[in-house]
């Protein structure tokens, strides 16, 4: 009966491996296919590139490191083709059973090896020879060569990764996120160096063998009350540090708040609208119900705030200058992401949500710090959004308060004459459908 059951499990078992891997190779096959497109694809619009590129300044297209929202989208495409003839990735992407029967085969292969060596110490005993193999001897040194590993790869990250890291905060408060950062890295790789040499140190140096003989130590309160205590002391001042510190930046007074330069910033598939709120420095209401083509954030005009509103397309702040961003979202969960300023915060449709930060260094500020003229601050999502997430980015400019006065100023007005008579119009559509409609359900009565 027990026979039986584990046999029906076997076919199950093997069915299963077997259907992976038909749908595997499938797969494959697609990808192969699809990269022969890619890479055809690709060699035309190469040709096609270099053959226009000698008509196109590519040189200050190339400059140009960063395109802001959607609205450049397409001229951001045709720049990249110009300038960075695809590489053709494809190959690189593999299935998730492709990895899932990578670690089968792997598993197999050392199921394999575990036997042969098992087969082989059974036949020397039978001959009434002993084992070569002392087990206990193997993994005591693997358990070394886990210590040597384990330490270079704490040296290793440190100094390759550490210097890729991020890089000085260009925020006020973004120092005190990374005060908090670097406390968390100092304990953790302290902790991560002494349990690494705890556990595998004493691994290798009480390692098992025939002369030694294991001393039975059950039990000790005072170790049991250590490793609670001091864990636990470490983490609460952790989290209370933490705790605070975002207090701190997201508890901002109504006093605070009103010296702050409002601007609002709604993510889109795939985009981020900016609107600054113009002279009154607050933004007219919103209304989902008003969007339409010519009123693509559904601005309520009747409100006299949004007069003065202005539309752009990227963000451009003053220096040392509380900056207070609405966050919205007019379809999926987005986040509104700046890096170099520590600033992140969902955007939820239906739900504003606010930060209030102070830039501290100028672009200008920042490219000499970090030896880069071409250096730009960037606006990105930090959700997976969709398909064109990756692109949903806007060029976030940190200048003086002059220069920013200057630039404002120049940004047109969205409720201008040309809007209004659109918006008009769509009214007119509207209440035109609508006595139609009352129309036709007076005669069908
Ligand atoms: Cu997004």
């Known amino acids: 009966m027990r026979l039986r059951k584990i046999n029906i499990i076997r076919s199950i078992f093997i069915f299963i491996v077997i259907c992976i891997l038909v749908t595997n190779i499938k797969t494959s096959f697609a990808q192969a296919k699809d990269s022969t497109i890619a890479s055809i694809t690709s060699a035309?619009?190469?040709?096609?590139?270099?053959?226009?590129?000698?008509?196109?300044?590519?040189?200050?297209?190339?400059?140009?490191?960063?395109?802001?929202?959607?609205?450049?989208?397409?001229?951001?495409?045709?720049t990249a083709l110009l300038n960075k003839p695809e590489v053709d990735k494809s190959p690189m992407f593999k299935s998730a059973s492709y990895y899932f029967l990578l670690f089968f085969l792997g598993c197999i292969f050392i199921g394999i090896i575990g036997k042969i060596l098992k087969v082989y110490e059974l036949s020397r005993e039978m001959q009434g020879k002993t084992?070569?193999?002392?087990?206990?001897?193997?993994?005591?040194?693997?358990?070394?060569?886990?210590?040597?590993?384990?330490?270079?790869?704490?040296?290793?990250?440190?100094?390759?990764?550490?210097?890729?890291?991020?890089?000085?905060?260009?925020?006020?408060?973004?120092?005190?996120?990374?005060?908090?950062?670097?406390?968390?890295?100092i304990i953790t790789t302290i902790v991560f160096i002494l349990t690494h040499i705890l556990l595998f140190g004493f691994s290798f140096k009480y390692r098992g063998s025939e002369k030694k003989k294991a001393y039975f130590y059950p039990h000790n309160n005072a170790v049991e009350r250590i490793w609670t205590i001091i864990p636990a002391i470490v983490l609460t001042v952790l989290v209370l540090l933490g705790f605070f510190t975002w207090r701190s930046i997201t508890n901002v007074s109504e006093a605070d708040q009103k010296k702050a330069l409002n601007i609002e910033v709604i993510g889109e598939q795939f985009k981020w609208n900016l609107r600054y709120a113009g002279n009154d420095n607050q933004t007219g209401m919103r209304n989902y119900k008003l969007i339409n083509p010519t009123n693509g954030l559904g601005i309520d005009f009747k409100d006299r705030k949004s007069w003065d509103d202005k539309l752009?397309?990227?963000?451009?702040?003053?220096?040392n200058h509380p900056i207070r961003i609405t966050i919205g979202s007019k379809d999926v969960l987005h986040s509104f992401y700046l890096p170099d300023f520590r600033v992140q915060m969902?955007?939820?449709?239906?739900?504003?949500?606010?930060?209030?930060?102070?830039?501290?260094?100028?672009?200008?500020?920042?490219?000499?710090?970090?030896?880069?003229?071409?250096?730009?601050?960037?606006?990105?999502?930090?959700?997976?959004?969709?398909?064109?997430?990756?692109?949903?980015?806007?060029?976030?400019?940190?200048?003086?308060?002059?220069?920013?006065?200057?630039?404002?100023?120049?940004?047109?007005?969205?409720?201008?004459?040309?809007v209004k008579k659109e918006l008009q119009m769509v009214e007119q559509k509207k209440a035109a459908q609508n006595n139609k409609v009352a129309l036709n359900t007076n005669i069908n009565r």
């Not at 270099?50 to 400059?63: E, G, M, P, R, Y």
């Not at 000085?168 to 406390?183: N, T």
């Not at 752009?312 to 220096?319: C, G, K, Q, W, Y």
Request: charged share 15%.
């Open 312 to 319: 752009v397309s990227e963000i451009v702040i003053p220096v």
């Open 44 to 78: 035309v619009d190469t040709a096609a590139a270099k053959t226009t590129a000698s008509s196109v300044d590519a040189h200050s297209l190339a400059s140009e490191t960063l395109i802001s929202t959607a609205v450049d989208t397409s001229a951001y495409a045709q």
């Open 131 to 185: 084992t070569p193999f002392d087990w206990r001897k193997v993994q005591g040194i693997l358990f070394a060569i886990a210590l040597v590993f384990g330490l270079y790869g704490v040296y290793w990250c440190y100094t390759v990764q550490g210097p890729m890291g991020v890089h000085e905060s260009a925020s006020v408060h973004g120092e005190q996120i990374d005060f908090m950062f670097k406390i968390t890295l």
């Open 346 to 418: 969902n955007a939820v449709p239906g739900m504003p949500t606010y930060f209030q930060f102070t830039p501290r260094l100028t672009t200008q500020q920042m490219r000499d710090k970090r030896n880069n003229q071409n250096y730009n601050y960037t606006l990105l999502c930090a959700k997976i959004c969709g398909a064109g997430h990756y692109n949903m980015q806007a060029k976030v400019t940190v200048v003086s308060e002059k220069e920013y006065e200057a630039w404002i100023a120049k940004q047109p007005l969205f409720y201008n004459d040309d």
